[in-house]
């Protein structure tokens, strides 16, 4: 059975087997494969098992899944290859229990089409950039309130004008 060995930056580690054809992975509660790491997003990505190899998909996360430092959106698993989610080091090991692991075996990026050939348009992501409407100052009411006062301040004039004409 296929597997993945993570480690975070602090050193705390785990082993989940992969026993669905399909697993979603992120630091929320109703992914399949949970990393409760500051540095994985929430739905993080997922692993997707064709009926050949295993893939993993990136799902636009904000630190991204990464392979020797380059930055990747969709990798096919090879046995011992590691990868990065966010800042958590993961190692996959495939089916094949009698090859010996090879840390140094890369992943690869697969150029399919479907999702993972969809460009990701990071400029439409929301929570995380400048606001769209600027904060008010808070002074709208006090300058209304002022017109106000002005507008009536005026009539009193023109009235009074008018009464001892």
């Not at 993993?56 to 096919?76: A, H, I, K, P």
């Not at 590691?82 to 697969?110: L, M």
Request: hydrophobic content about 35%; glycine content about 14%; charged content about 15%.
């Amino acid at each position: 059975m296929a597997k993945i060995q993570f480690t975070t930056p602090e050193g705390q580690s785990g082993e989940v087997e992969l026993t669905s054809e399909r697993l979603s992975l992120g630091r929320a509660e109703d992914n399949s494969i949970q990393i409760a790491h500051d540095s994985v997003s929430s739905n993080h990505g997922e692993f997707i098992f064709d009926g050949n190899n295993w893939v993993f998909t990136d799902l636009g996360s904000t630190n991204g899944t990464s392979v020797s430092g380059q930055r990747v959106e969709s990798l096919e698993m090879a046995n011992g290859g590691t990868f990065n989610i966010g800042h958590v080091e993961v190692t996959f090991y495939g089916d094949y229990a009698e090859e010996a692991p090879s840390y140094a075996a890369p992943a690869q990026t697969v150029t399919r089409g479907g999702y993972s050939a969809t460009a990701i348009d990071k400029g439409r992501r929301s929570g995380f950039g400048p606001k769209a409407k600027p904060k008010s100052s808070g002074y709208g009411p006090l300058y209304a309130v002022g017109l106000l006062a002005l507008g009536a301040v005026g009539y009193a004039v023109f009235t009074f004008q008018n009464l001892s004409a």
